[in-house]
């Protein structure tokens, strides 16, 4: 009998090397190693064996039985990967398939705009400094010579918040006292970007939240003349070299003498149109000599430095440039809109 489980294993170890399917090893398993199969029945037969015999033979057969498991658990692991291997290899997986498209995202106007002014003004040499939007009302106001109850404060409705004294700035202009003060007595030449808020009522041309970009140079003889200059300058770079400029006096607490600069009008080139009311001009900015109080307040001496401030809104050349005629589009989030740009 012995002879015979050695024949069985020989036979059983090399067929299953010939074996090349799942369904093929089943069978071999259930021939061999089922309860049905080949070697249980061999096994079964033990009875027949002499007290000698039994356990060699015993032992032998489990031998052989561990053996061929693990020698099938090996084949239909090899099988298994082999099946894999020829379903890769088939054209099952179709690489010509044309992949999805990612949608590409682009830049908000305004931050496109935003970077154009940062662009002309550093290559003039002006620095960005960035400033808070929660600001106080010394800050936002009285800095910048506007003490409480002055009537020019209607000209900036405010949020406040829940501290007392503490509101969102009306304008980037709070920016220029917290420049001075980390600067002096050093020379300055930044832009102050930023959002800045008015309790207004919402229209097409105004929002209450909105984009400002402040100028401030100081230093030692800076004149009306500097300023002119420099910001016409600007608007050439903005709005092309042809564009003419003007400058119109004005009020403004922080500066003085004060002046609004106006472009030649971007849709009629001066001739009159419904954009610029019929004048021919577009107003895009403030502007004026530093007044002595706010130079103090900044901590320069005005006797001895003098300099130049100026504030732009952001939505309102980005406007002009694109010919947007809502304001509103900015805030809406209407994917129409955004994806012209
Ligand atoms: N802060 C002003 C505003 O929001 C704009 C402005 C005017 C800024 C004149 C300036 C300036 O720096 O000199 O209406």
Redesign the pocket.
């Known amino acids: 009998m012995i002879e015979q489980l050695e024949q069985l294993f020989e036979d059983a170890k090399s067929k299953l090397t010939t074996l090349k399917s799942t369904a093929d090893l089943e069978a071999w398993f259930r021939d061999t190693l089922g309860r049905k199969g080949q070697l249980t029945a061999l096994m079964r037969q033990v009875g027949s064996l002499s007290k000698e015999e039994k356990p060699v033979f015993g032992k032998r057969a489990n031998e052989v039985k561990q053996t061929l498991q693990s020698s099938f658990d090996a084949r239909q692991t090899e099988v298994k990967m082999a099946q894999l291997e020829a379903e890769m290899a088939s054209d099952a997986l179709d690489i010509t398939l044309p992949g999805r498209r990612s949608r590409k995202g682009g830049l908000h106007p305004i931050t496109r705009t935003l970077r154009e002014i940062y662009r002309i003004w550093g290559d003039m040499g002006f620095q960005v400094y960035q400033s808070r939007e929660v600001e106080t009302d010394e800050y936002n106001f009285e800095m910048l010579n506007i003490p409480e109850h002055h009537p020019a404060r209607d000209?900036?409705d405010t949020f406040h918040t829940t501290s007392p004294g503490m509101l969102l700035r009306?304008?980037?202009?709070p920016g220029?006292i917290h420049a001075m003060r980390e600067y002096h007595p050093e020379p300055i030449r930044v832009i102050l970007p930023g959002t800045?808020y008015r309790y207004e009522q919402i229209t097409s041309r105004s929002e209450c939240q909105f984009n400002?970009v402040?100028?401030?140079a100081i230093g030692h003889n800076i004149s009306l003349a500097d300023l002119k200059g420099t910001l016409s300058d600007f608007a050439r770079r903005m709005f092309g070299a042809d564009r003419n400029v003007r400058f119109r006096a004005n009020y403004?607490p922080?500066?003085e003498p004060?002046a609004e600069m106006d472009v030649e009008c971007i849709l009629c080139d001066g001739d009159g149109c419904q954009l610029c009311k019929h004048t021919g001009w577009l107003e895009i900015?403030?502007?004026?000599m530093v007044h002595p109080n706010v130079m103090r307040n900044g901590g320069y001496d005005p006797s001895e430095y003098s300099g130049f401030?100026?504030?732009m809104g952001v939505e309102r050349i980005c406007m002009l440039n694109y010919g947007i005629c809502d304001i509103r589009n900015f805030w809406s989030n209407d994917l129409r809109f955004l994806q012209q740009f």
Request: glycine residues 18%; aromatic residues 18%; negative net charge.
């Open positions: 000209m900036w009306t304008h980037t202009s220029q800045v400002q402040e100028g401030l403004f922080f500066t004060s900015l403030g502007s004026g401030a100026f504030g």
